[in-house]
């Protein structure tokens, strides 16, 4: 069994790299990426030499490449985790994020057309629903919601989910989606919330709040996100998507807290010594208010449940930025963007 994982070398996709291959030792993975500024070879460094595992550089959406790879390694599935993800990227350059989440998505599934594929899993976002009122804390989005986006990046992710579904009805692709709520964990790169606030607190650097850091975010840790794909991809029905959320929705500002407190807490300064780093900046435009997730259906259907309660996985994330700092100074001194040089280049 040969699966392609396409953005294996991010942040998600990473952690699922790591998942699947040390939990199918008897499966062929193939992690796909382009290397853009989002993904890290140093992430994927515990797999080098494990033979079920193989790393290929390339573009989801170079046509040309991607059909050559299919004749050649004829996968017998693919996990679609690459995309741009930065909702405050998508407002600098839109282009880009149609480019590589519409154009890439449709030119993977052409190939699996082409070549044949018992399973195309796209990984998609909760953020394709839009936003729901603060003050309405009984609405959550479940599956049978519309796609009602409001940045670019959420229209492209929204617009990719409508071709997979396309894709299937037209075309009798068996495919899945899963659209999950924000992650948080190792290996997430400090341009996100969570990992923003670990490495500016570490440094000492003031730490930027969007408005008045009322909005609100359901956080998963990422090794649940993993497992849930894990499920899905294995025992999902086709054509069918499935929300992943713990139900765990926390203010921006109140986040920020915890985090700065935990920092200051494990590397035993004083706690809340750091809560004058915070500083309200400028709005994000368009800023959606609050994403709540209703992960019912994967709960009762495949029986997924979250494992981690949150100031637990808070904990473990910020530890492991600690014991992991040189990954940090690698990706803040741009240092990481040399590995696949270094151990590729005479290959
Ligand atoms: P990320 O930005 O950390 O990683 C994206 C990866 O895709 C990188 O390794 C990058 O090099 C690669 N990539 C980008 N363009 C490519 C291209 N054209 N061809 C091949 N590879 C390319 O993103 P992430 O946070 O790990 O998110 C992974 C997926 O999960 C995305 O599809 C995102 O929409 C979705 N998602 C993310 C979250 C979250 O909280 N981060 C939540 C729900 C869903
Ligand atoms: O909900 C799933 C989505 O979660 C994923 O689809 C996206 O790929 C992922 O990036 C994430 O999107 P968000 O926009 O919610 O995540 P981000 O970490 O950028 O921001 C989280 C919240 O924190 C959001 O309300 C904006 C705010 N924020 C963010 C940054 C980077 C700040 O207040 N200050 C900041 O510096």
Known sequence: MKTIVTGGAGFIGGNFMHFAVNNYPDEEWICLDKLTYAGNL??????EGKKN?????????????????????????VINFAAESHVDRSLKDPELFLRTNVLGTVCLMDACREFGIERFHQVSTDEVYGDLPIERTDLFFNEENPIKTSSPYS???GSADLFVLAYHRT??????????????????????LIPLVISRALADESIPVYGK???????????????????????????ETYNIGGFNEWKNIDIIKVVINTVDRLLGRKEGEDMNLITYVTDRKGHDMRYAIDSTKLQKELGWEPSLQ??????????????NHEWLDNVTSGDYLKYYEKMYSNR
């Open 310 to 323: 949150f100031e637990e996985g808070i904990e473990k994330t910020v530890r492991w930025y600690l014991d």
């Open 155 to 157: 229209s492209s992710k």
């Open 213 to 239: 850091g009322e909005n609100v975010r359901d956080w998963l840790y990422v090794e649940d996100h993993a497992r849930a794909i894990d499920m899905i991809f294995h025992n999902g029905k086709i054509a």
């Open 42 to 47: 140093e992430t994927l460094e515990p797999l």
């Open 53 to 77: 595992y193989r790393f290929i550089k390339g573009d989801i959406a170079d046509r040309t490449f991607i059909f050559d790879l299919f004749r050649k390694e004829k996968p017998d599935r």
């Open 171 to 192: 075309f009798g692709l068996p495919v899945s989606i899963s659209r999950c709520s924000n992650n948080y964990g190792p290996y997430h790169f400090p341009e996100k």
